[in-house]
Each structure stands twice: as C-alpha cells, then as structure tokens.
C-alpha cells in the first residue's frame, strides 16, 4: 500500500502562487501514475492534473491547464503541483494520489486512484 504525505498549502491573494508537495513512500515509485485532484467546499472532488512514471504523459483539467505545472521527481520520490495566477475558485482542499500503471494502461485522472494523502488546504482570498 502507498503512502502520502501532502504540504505546501497556505492563503493567498488572487493572483498568487503556490507550489504543492508530494512524497510517495512504501512502493515502487516509478510503478505509479500521481496525480492531483481538489474538492472544494460543498463540490465533488475533481481531477486537476495526473502525469506518467516516465514523464512523458500529462493531463490537465481544462482549468488546471496554462496555469498549474505537474512535475515528479522520481529520485526523491515527490510529485510537485506547481500553481500560478490563482483564483478565489481554487480554493479547495488538494489531495494527491496514485494509480498503479498496468501495461497498456493510462494515467488519466478520471481513472480509480487507489492511493491518497490526507490533502493540504489552499485558500485564494481577493
């Protein structure tokens, strides 16, 4: 079973950045697609961006997309969430997750993500 550990969450202004943390323990990094998904208060949780163990497959949700960076670190085992120009409506609670890739398969967000953090909670004020 997967570990992880979210950080990086704080308040700030519309227009701010935040950059989210990821550490993934207890697998096989390089075996898991990570992803980050968000649940707002009152709102289904939804994907924002997911990206393959080699790299080279990235997905965005149609918000996330010119304005959040997904990125991993396979030798630190991190996965990274790199968000700019923020909006009062990306305030949530984000959480990332990971999916075991099996041969032929895919990363994209809308698939079951098995494992999970706890999230970390980021607030976007105007």
């Known amino acids: 079973q997967v570990q992880l550990v979210e950080s990086g969450g704080g308040s700030v202004q519309d227009g701010g950045s935040l950059r989210l943390s990821c550490v993934l323990s207890?697998?096989?990094?390089?075996?898991?697609?990570l992803a980050w998904f968000r649940r707002a208060p009152g709102k289904e949780r939804e994907g924002v961006a997911a990206?393959?163990?080699?790299?080279?497959?990235?997905n965005y949700q149609e918000f996330a997309a010119g304005r959040f960076t997904i990125s991993r670190d396979n030798s630190l085992r991190m996965v990274y969430l790199e968000m700019n120009s923020l909006k009062t409506e990306d305030t949530a609670m984000y959480y990332c997750?990971?999916?075991?890739?099996?041969?032929?398969?895919?990363?994209?967000?809308?698939?079951?993500?098995?494992?999970w953090g706890e999230g970390t909670q980021v607030t976007v004020s105007s």
């Open positions: 997750a990971a999916r075991k890739l099996s041969p032929g398969g895919s990363c994209f967000f809308g698939l079951t993500y098995s494992g």
């Open positions: 990206q393959s163990p080699d790299r080279r497959t990235t």
């Open positions: 207890g697998k096989t990094f390089t075996d898991y697609c």
